[in-house]
């Protein structure tokens, strides 16, 4: 059994706020990676092409997902399944997002696959 005190904040570019429980950076997991985020309205980052499963659970606001397909809007309450090898580019709605990301494995820079 592991208690982990509190979450490593992950500085990125944007304004969003990315606080990881368990991953590489904060608990030294490989395996899995869960993360609250926090983005500020109209927040958007570059496609990416990940080589892990990501999971991702809307708490507020509207998370955009943009893939082959088209757009999938994914609401508070709701969530969503993006597949490893997939190409995929997240943004969010004008009263920006909170959620939660979960990936399988842990996510990393490399294995985040952005242009």
């Excluded at 490989?30 to 983005?39: D, F, G, P, R, T």
């Excluded at 998370?63 to 999938?72: A, Q, R, Y």
């Excluded at 920006?96 to 990936?103: H, K, L, R």
């Amino acid at each position: 059994m592991r208690k982990i005190e509190g979450a490593s904040r992950i500085p990125v570019p944007g304004g969003k706020v990315i606080d990881e429980h368990v991953g590489r950076v904060n608990s030294g997991d490989e395996a899995v990676s869960i993360a609250h985020m926090i983005a500020p309205p109209g927040w958007e980052e570059p496609p990416q092409t990940p080589s892990f499963t990501e999971y991702t659970v809307v708490l507020r606001g509207t998370v955009l997902v943009e893939h082959d397909g088209g757009t999938t809007r994914v609401d508070a309450g709701q969530s969503v399944v993006t597949s490893p090898g997939e190409k995929v580019r997240y943004s969010v709605g004008p009263e920006g997002a909170e959620y939660i990301a979960v990936c399988l494995p842990a996510f990393s820079p490399e294995a985040a696959g952005r242009e």
